[in-house]
T-cell receptor, first 112, second 121 residues
Framework: NAGVTQTPKFQVLKTGQSMTLQCAQDMNHNSMYWYRQDPGMGLRLIYY???????DKGEVPNGYNVSRLNKREFSLRLESAAPSQTSVYFC???????????FGPGTRLTVT | AQTVTQSQPEMSVQEAETVTLSCTYD???????LFWYKQPPSRQMILVIR??????QNATENRFSVNFQKAAKSFSLKISDSQLGDAAMYFCAYRSGERNAGGTSYGKLTFGQGTILTVHP
């Protein structure tokens, strides 16, 4: 099993460009999450999807949109990238009966 | 909203010694879970240990143990017999017991700022 996969691993964008971060899990998990990690601030929740067909805002949703395409895939879109969105982005998934969230390897995004 | 605070940006320990990482949290809930995650330079997030708030007994996983003080809202991680492979960023995290109308936990995590642990040979 691959677990949680994310693409791309690295990306550089110019201010105003758009892009979509892809996330997929092969563990048949119901819930999926997007976090961003910034120095000195830990990981902060951007959006989550408690189950297929639902999405909800987390702590820092501004500037982002998400799509729960199916049970496996949960994408994060930046419509107009800003330097403040320079960060490492993590996707995670969880089975409803489990304590543990399984994290992907992260995407390092730089906006210039 | 819940907050999690790790007041030690950096800690260091000699190999084979013991180190304790601190974490405090603020919540008005009675049903919640606490976690310690390890993030090595590879960036991968690895669950180290968890604690259910309703359990009085402190969790233990091999060389890792916690000191859970519910009234003080404190959740520290003790690493015994430290090894070079323990060097990493450590995050304390809080998960609410809040559930949706269907009874499913949202499972959202609130993280502390992280503590960088250095292990000296």
């Amino acid at each position: 099993n691959a677990g949680v996969t994310q693409t791309p691993k690295f990306q550089v964008l110019k201010t105003g460009q758009s892009m979509t971060l892809q996330c997929a899990q092969d563990m048949n998990h119901n819930s999926m999450y997007w976090y961003r990690q910034d120095p000195g601030m830990g990981l902060r929740l951007i959006y989550y999807s408690a189950s297929e067909g639902t999405t909800d805002k987390g702590e820092v949703p501004n500037g982002y949109n998400v799509s729960r395409l199916n049970k496996r895939e949960f994408s994060l879109r930046l419509e107009s990238a800003a330097p403040s969105q320079t960060s490492v982005y993590f996707c995670a998934s969880r089975d409803r009966r489990s304590y543990e969230q399984y994290f992907g390897p992260g995407t390092r995004l730089t906006v210039t | 909203a819940q907050t999690v605070t790790q007041s030690q940006p950096e800690m260091s320990v000699q190999e084979a010694e013991t180190v304790t990482l601190s974490c405090t949290y603020d919540t008005s809930e009675s049903d919640y879970y606490l976690f310690w995650y390890k993030q090595p330079p590879s960036r991968q997030m690895i669950l180290v240990i968890r604690q259910e708030a309703y359990k009085q007994q402190n969790a233990t996983e091999n060389r890792f143990s916690v000191n859970f003080q519910k009234a003080a809202k404190s959740f520290s991680l003790k690493i015994s017999d430290s090894q070079l492979g323990d060097a990493a960023m450590y995050f304390c995290a809080y998960r609410s017991g809040e559930r949706n109308a269907g009874g499913t936990s949202y499972g959202k995590l609130t993280f502390g700022q992280g503590t960088i642990l250095t292990v000296h040979p």
